[in-house]
């Protein structure tokens, strides 16, 4: 498997803030940056996708969002949600096997969540191409597709599919992590799986989910001043609601492992 050239990230990359400028001028009173993704360095065996980047509390203004951003942070590393995400891709569907993937978005502007449901769908068609280019960089024939939340997986079904041989997209979903959606989609799986979801609650606490932050941002070259910021930003975070999405992500990743013959 081949090392993917640095120069063809950057390429893409330029594509993404390109893109970027052609959003503003479509919908010029919504504030967005492109918020950088740690890429992998060769083809992957697991994408995840989500809808797209929110300035939320990491960006509360461009001017402190650039500032993190210069500090080499990027996207999927700031909250509880997206280190409990790591884990678990990590813990239950690429341990100890070899396999490798990373976490990308339909479109790359990071944005408010008011501004970024207004004009989605022809916000992610205009950048479905370019999503397909990074699809033909970073994915094999092999490679699983997993949906965070179903937005991703609701756009892609309609807009993508396999061209050459007709057939639709092929794509898993998983619960999203964002704690608006806690109340109402996680822990379902936990059903009649009681005594099972029982003993794996003491298996996992909230040092385990801080290895992980620590692990992705080295791994992402993050400052040292940022990366304490947002240890402080998750500690104390890692409440019963984590262990059952935590618990939905095991049971989710053993049926893909299994669907796809890579138990």
């Given at each position: 498997?081949?090392?993917?050239?640095?120069?063809?990230?950057?390429?893409?990359?330029?594509?993404?803030?390109?893109?970027?400028?052609?959003?503003?001028?479509?919908?010029?009173?919504?504030?967005?940056?492109?918020?950088?993704?740690?890429?992998?360095?060769?083809?992957?065996?697991?994408?995840?996708?989500?809808?797209?980047?929110?300035?939320?509390?990491?960006?509360?203004?461009?001017?402190?969002?650039?500032?993190?951003?210069?500090?080499?942070?990027?996207?999927?590393?700031?909250?509880?949600?997206?280190?409990?995400?790591?884990?678990?891709?990590?813990?239950?569907?690429?341990?100890?096997?070899?396999?490798s993937y990373y976490i990308t978005d339909l479109?790359?502007?990071?944005?408010?969540?008011?501004?970024?449901?207004?004009?989605?769908?022809?916000?992610?068609?205009?950048?479905?191409?370019?999503?397909?280019?990074?699809?033909?960089?970073?994915?094999?024939?092999?490679?699983?597709?997993?949906?965070?939340?179903?937005?991703?997986?609701?756009?892609?079904?309609?807009?993508?599919?396999?061209?050459?041989?007709?057939?639709?997209?092929?794509?898993?979903?998983?619960?999203?992590?964002?704690?608006?959606?806690?109340?109402?989609?996680?822990?379902?799986?936990?059903?009649?799986?009681?005594?099972?979801?029982?003993?794996?609650?003491?298996?996992?606490?909230?040092?385990?989910?801080?290895?992980?932050?620590?692990?992705?941002?080295?791994?992402?070259g993050t400052h040292e001043q940022l990366k304490?910021?947002?240890?402080?930003?998750?500690?104390?975070?890692?409440?019963?609601?984590?262990?059952?999405?935590?618990?939905?992500?095991?049971?989710?990743?053993?049926?893909?492992?299994?669907?796809?013959?890579?138990?």
């Amino acid at each position: 498997m081949s090392s993917i050239l640095e120069s063809e990230i950057t390429s893409l990359v330029k594509s993404f803030k390109h893109q970027i400028e052609v959003d503003r001028s479509i919908e010029p009173d919504t504030k967005m940056i492109y918020l950088p993704i740690h890429w992998p360095g060769h083809k992957v065996d697991y994408v995840f996708i989500g809808s797209e980047p929110s300035l939320g509390l990491w960006g509360p203004t461009l001017e402190e969002a650039q500032n993190k951003i210069d500090m080499n942070f990027k996207n999927f590393s700031w909250s509880m949600g997206d280190f409990v995400l790591h884990y678990a891709i990590r813990e239950y569907l690429c341990a100890n096997s070899g396999r490798s993937y990373y976490i990308t978005d339909l479109s790359k502007g990071a944005m408010s969540i008011r501004d970024a449901g207004e004009k989605a769908t022809d916000r992610y068609t205009q950048w479905l191409p370019l999503l397909i280019d990074e699809f033909k960089l970073f994915t094999k024939d092999t490679t699983v597709f997993i949906s965070i939340g179903n937005v991703a997986r609701n756009f892609l079904k309609r807009r993508y599919g396999r061209k050459k041989s007709k057939q639709e997209m092929s794509i898993e979903q998983i619960p999203h992590y964002s704690v608006m959606f806690k109340q109402i989609r996680w822990g379902k799986s936990i059903i009649g799986r009681e005594d099972e979801f029982n003993k794996f609650q003491g298996t996992i606490n909230e040092q385990d989910i801080i290895n992980v932050a620590n692990d992705f941002m080295e791994e992402c070259g993050t400052h040292e001043q940022l990366k304490n910021r947002i240890k402080a930003n998750i500690v104390s975070k890692f409440d019963d609601w984590y262990k059952k999405l935590l618990f939905d992500y095991k049971i989710a990743f053993h049926y893909i492992n299994e669907k796809y013959h890579m138990e």
